[in-house]
């Protein structure tokens, strides 16, 4: 196999990406659930808020703070953009803590977390994400490094759900 048929290696890039695909099937199974199906609904929300949980943490720990420090200035905006989108999305996720599907306000505390996260997404894959690519930062260190944070906090998440 020639080195131009060589496929290159996963990366961070390409992890983030991956996530950005299954949270936005979550989306959709969410928009196609019926009205009153409730349990679908929470079980949807539940995972949905895990995963962009968990996104945002490797993201801010590990590939948020090396862009910031090898992109030109001019394009750092797009990290500082990316983190106040984050706390955004982290707000509306911790108003389900006190909501449940059939609640006021569920369907519409989801449909803007969606807005804002496919908002988050477009400008990642569009703006951010071509820039960090150009620079010399090590993607698939930093991708490897994701997988085990991941691992770790899926399993935390777990723990948890088991001992409630």
Partial sequence: MSAAHTP????????????????????????RAERNDFERKNALVQRACELLTIHAIVEEEML???????L????????????VEHFLVKTLIERFANLKAGDDGFDATFKVLKENTTHHIEEEETTLFPEVRKTQMD???????????????????AESAMAH
Avoid: N, S
Avoid at 64 to 70: E, F, M, T
Avoid at 72 to 83: K, L
Avoid at 139 to 157: F, N, P
């Fill in 72 to 83: 030109a200035e001019d394009q750092r905006i797009d990290v500082d953009e990316a983190y």
């Fill in 64 to 70: 948020y703070p090396v862009a910031q420090k090898v």
């Fill in 139 to 157: 993607l698939v260190a930093i991708g490897a490094k994701m997988a085990a944070r991941k691992t770790a906090l899926k399993e935390r998440i």
């Fill in 8 to 31: 290159r290696p996963i990366d961070a890039l390409d992890m983030l990406e991956a996530d950005h695909r299954a949270i936005e099937q979550l989306f959709d199974a969410f928009e």
